[in-house]
């Protein structure tokens, strides 16, 4: 069953087009994976999905629903999460409150917003942190901070943004851990990572863009084997040989 | 066990000394002359002002530098409706509430719709002042740059005092329900919500929190109170003209005592006024052979505070003195906080 869709959804800046005719779909309790060069136009993609941009052609389907240029509140109400490339944290807040914002989406109680929080900020191991403003909190544990906020406003869809940039080894495989028990909770993950190993580990399907178009796409297997994929990411000195 | 403990005796040492705290605000002007009361009532009123700044510009972060505005239509509002139609100022407070709350949300709708924001946002709620002025200053009807000059009555009914003593009374109620209402809101959605968007707008949105909706509703509730601080300036001075309610010098006696005592706290507002008004009074009298000495003082020490304080006194005190300023989890579960578990030897 599909969960969420988008049919030839386009967008441009100014003449250069970012994201082009992209068609995919991912289907209930997956991790689907998006990879791409820089500039290959994931986060664009991304910002469609979830609202940040308003598509220039296409449609975004979720849950049998056109969502297509709704706002991003209203993306989230239905049930569509994400976290960001760059980690956005309420600075002055705390682990906990910063949690609560994300709690409040279902409900308006303060108990329940702070037994939802609470649980969340368990979740990720994150307990300890709670009452520290998460400016103090290091990059690891404000990516870990910014899936349990995305994760309290209860989402049947996470999308993950590059969640592993700039972690440890060690953080690395706690966040690999984390995901698969995301998905043991029935949500569905689009992500974005550039850390190839631990997608292909992950991931069930992976989508590959280059310069916007969709490039490959299939099982972790067919995209390692596709040699368009090796050109896209190697492919400069093809390119050189081209115009020689 | 002992956590639990520290936790009653804290809760009821507060007690005692919220107790202490309100007899003493009670009993305080009753022992005041004119002159000092008049700085007392002119200091809180100060800090509700700020206060009703902070709602808005400090907890949600949108920063008007045009408070005029509501201050101004609320000053207007009742006393046009007392002089012209005899209407009780009581009533026309509320009307001039409404009607500062319906324009705050037509400038909010206009310039959020429009994402106008930081720097821009508040020139447009400067504009929107200077705007006001004008009218007011050329519109025949309010009597123009003459002002109005409200007949004195001392009818308690129609909020005129001939003791100021009630005055005081009057400017303390609404300033502690307004402080109170911010202690409260910030623990509950609609607060957390405020601070979300002032500390990330986009990443708010991702969350579910309807950005426009919420910075409408933290626009309003500023612009409603802030009408009542016009009418309590009318009432309390009996006269008003364009330049006095609507100049830029009241959006910026709104904006200094949060600054100073510290944007988007609870306490900030108020430490700033109480700090800042015998300094400028001070000043003044000392200073008071040489014309315009105060003021170039006042600003001096304004600079001095901003540069060594730049998140103002509360600021300084949570930085310095860190306490539970968060929501305190082991109050609502009765977990036990292992961090801060001494160890048993």
């Given at each position: 069953?599909?969960?969420?869709?988008?049919?030839s959804?386009t967008?441009?800046?100014?003449?250069?087009?970012?994201?082009?005719?992209?068609?995919?779909?991912?289907?209930?309790?997956?991790?689907?994976?998006l990879?791409g060069?820089?500039?290959?136009?994931?986060?664009?993609l991304?910002?469609?999905?979830?609202?940040?941009?308003?598509?220039?052609?296409?449609?975004v389907?979720y849950?049998?629903?056109?969502?297509?240029?709704?706002?991003?509140?209203?993306?989230?109400?239905?049930?569509?999460?994400?976290t960001?490339?760059?980690?956005?944290?309420?600075?002055?807040?705390?682990?906990?409150?910063?949690?609560?914002v994300?709690a409040?989406?279902r409900?308006?109680?303060?108990?329940?917003?702070?037994?939802?929080?609470?649980?969340?900020?368990?979740f990720?191991?994150?307990s300890?942190?709670?009452?520290?403003?998460?400016?103090?909190?290091?990059?690891?544990?404000?990516?870990?901070?910014?899936?349990?906020?995305?994760?309290?406003?209860r989402?049947q869809?996470?999308?993950?943004?590059?969640?592993?940039?700039?972690?440890?080894?060690?953080?690395?495989?706690?966040v690999?851990e984390l995901?698969?028990?995301?998905?043991?909770?029935?949500?569905?993950?689009?992500?974005?990572?550039?850390i190839?190993?631990?997608?292909m580990?992950?991931?069930d399907?992976?989508?590959?863009?280059?310069?916007?178009?969709?490039?490959?796409?299939?099982?972790?297997?067919?995209?390692?084997?596709?040699?368009?994929?090796?050109?896209?990411?190697?492919?400069?000195?093809?390119?050189?040989?081209d115009h020689? | 066990?002992?956590?639990?403990k520290?936790?009653?005796?804290?809760k009821?040492?507060?007690?005692?000394f919220?107790?202490f705290?309100?007899?003493?605000?009670?009993?305080?002007?009753?022992g005041?002359?004119?002159?000092?009361?008049?700085?007392?009532?002119?200091?809180?009123?100060?800090?509700?002002?700020?206060?009703c700044?902070?709602?808005?510009s400090?907890?949600a972060?949108q920063?008007?530098?045009?408070?005029?505005v509501?201050?101004?239509?609320?000053?207007?509002?009742?006393?046009v409706?007392?002089?012209?139609f005899?209407?009780?100022?009581?009533?026309?407070m509320?009307i001039g509430?409404?009607?500062?709350?319906?324009?705050?949300?037509?400038?909010?709708?206009?310039?959020?719709?429009?994402?106008?924001?930081?720097?821009y946002?508040a020139?447009?709620?400067?504009?929107?002042?200077?705007?006001?002025?004008?009218?007011?200053?050329n519109?025949?009807?309010?009597?123009g740059?003459?002002?109005?000059?409200?007949?004195l009555t001392?009818?308690?009914?129609?909020?005129?005092?001939?003791?100021?003593?009630?005055?005081?009374?009057?400017?303390?109620?609404i300033?502690?329900l307004?402080t109170?209402?911010?202690?409260?809101?910030?623990k509950?959605?609609?607060?957390?919500?405020?601070?979300?968007?002032?500390?990330?707008?986009?990443?708010?949105?991702?969350?579910?929190?309807?950005?426009?909706h919420?910075?409408?509703?933290a626009?309003?509730?500023?612009?409603?109170?802030?009408?009542?601080?016009?009418?309590?300036?009318?009432?309390?001075?009996y006269?008003?003209?364009?330049?006095?309610v609507?100049?830029?010098?009241?959006?910026?006696?709104?904006?200094?005592?949060?600054?100073?005592?510290?944007?988007g706290?609870?306490?900030?507002?108020?430490?700033?006024?109480?700090?800042?008004?015998p300094i400028?009074?001070?000043?003044?009298?000392?200073?008071?052979d040489?014309?315009?000495?105060?003021?170039m003082?006042?600003?001096?020490?304004?600079m001095?505070?901003?540069?060594?304080?730049?998140?103002?006194?509360?600021?300084?005190?949570?930085?310095h003195?860190?306490t539970?300023k968060?929501?305190?989890?082991?109050?609502?579960?009765?977990?036990?906080?292992?961090?801060?578990?001494t160890?048993?030897n």
């Amino acid at each position: 069953m599909k969960l969420l869709s988008t049919s030839s959804i386009t967008k441009k800046f100014q003449g250069l087009v970012a994201v082009k005719e992209i068609d995919m779909f991912i289907k209930k309790g997956e991790i689907f994976g998006l990879i791409g060069p820089n500039g290959a136009g994931k986060t664009t993609l991304f910002n469609m999905i979830s609202g940040y941009y308003r598509p220039d052609g296409g449609k975004v389907i979720y849950k049998d629903e056109e969502i297509t240029g709704l706002s991003p509140h209203k993306i989230c109400k239905r049930g569509l999460a994400r976290t960001f490339q760059i980690v956005k944290p309420f600075g002055k807040l705390s682990a906990l409150e910063n949690v609560m914002v994300g709690a409040y989406n279902r409900t308006g109680s303060y108990g329940e917003a702070t037994d939802i929080a609470l649980h969340y900020l368990d979740f990720v191991g994150l307990s300890h942190t709670r009452n520290i403003p998460v400016k103090e909190l290091t990059i690891g544990d404000q990516r870990r901070l910014e899936m349990a906020r995305a994760l309290a406003t209860r989402p049947q869809l996470l999308l993950l943004d590059e969640v592993m940039a700039g972690l440890t080894p060690t953080e690395v495989s706690m966040v690999m851990e984390l995901i698969l028990k995301v998905r043991e909770d029935s949500v569905s993950i689009l992500m974005i990572e550039h850390i190839m190993a631990a997608l292909m580990k992950l991931s069930d399907r992976i989508l590959v863009l280059h310069h916007g178009e969709m490039l490959a796409e299939g099982t972790p297997e067919e995209i390692v084997r596709n040699p368009k994929v090796a050109e896209a990411y190697l492919g400069e000195v093809d390119m050189f040989a081209d115009h020689k | 066990m002992g956590h639990t403990k520290s936790i009653f005796r804290s809760k009821f040492n507060m007690l005692y000394f919220g107790l202490f705290f309100g007899l003493i605000l009670v009993a305080l002007p009753w022992g005041l002359n004119t002159y000092y009361l008049n700085l007392v009532i002119m200091a809180i009123f100060g800090a509700y002002l700020s206060q009703c700044w902070n709602v808005m510009s400090g907890y949600a972060g949108q920063f008007s530098f045009g408070h005029a505005v509501f201050f101004g239509l609320g000053a207007y509002t009742s006393t046009v409706l007392f002089v012209d139609f005899g209407v009780s100022p009581w009533v026309g407070m509320i009307i001039g509430s409404i009607v500062a709350c319906l324009v705050g949300l037509l400038i909010g709708y206009l310039s959020f719709r429009y994402h106008l924001k930081g720097h821009y946002f508040a020139l447009a709620t400067l504009a929107f002042a200077e705007i006001f002025r004008v009218i007011f200053t050329n519109w025949p009807f309010v009597k123009g740059s003459m002002g109005i000059l409200l007949p004195l009555t001392g009818k308690p009914t129609q909020m005129q005092f001939e003791n100021k003593v009630y005055y005081y009374y009057l400017i303390l109620i609404i300033t502690v329900l307004l402080t109170g209402f911010l202690k409260y809101i910030s623990k509950t959605r609609l607060g957390l919500y405020f601070i979300a968007i002032r500390e990330n707008e986009d990443a708010a949105d991702a969350l579910g929190v309807d950005i426009l909706h919420y910075k409408l509703i933290a626009l309003g509730i500023s612009a409603a109170l802030t009408a009542l601080a016009g009418t309590f300036y009318a009432q309390y001075f009996y006269y008003i003209d364009p330049h006095l309610v609507f100049g830029s010098e009241v959006s910026i006696n709104a904006i200094i005592p949060a600054i100073i005592g510290g944007v988007g706290t609870v306490w900030g507002p108020i430490i700033g006024s109480l700090v800042l008004m015998p300094i400028s009074e001070l000043t003044r009298t000392l200073l008071a052979d040489y014309s315009g000495m105060n003021l170039m003082v006042y600003g001096l020490i304004l600079m001095i505070v901003i540069i060594y304080l730049p998140e103002g006194v509360m600021g300084f005190i949570q930085n310095h003195f860190p306490t539970k300023k968060h929501i305190d989890i082991e109050l609502q579960t009765g977990k036990e906080d292992i961090e801060s578990e001494t160890p048993l030897n």
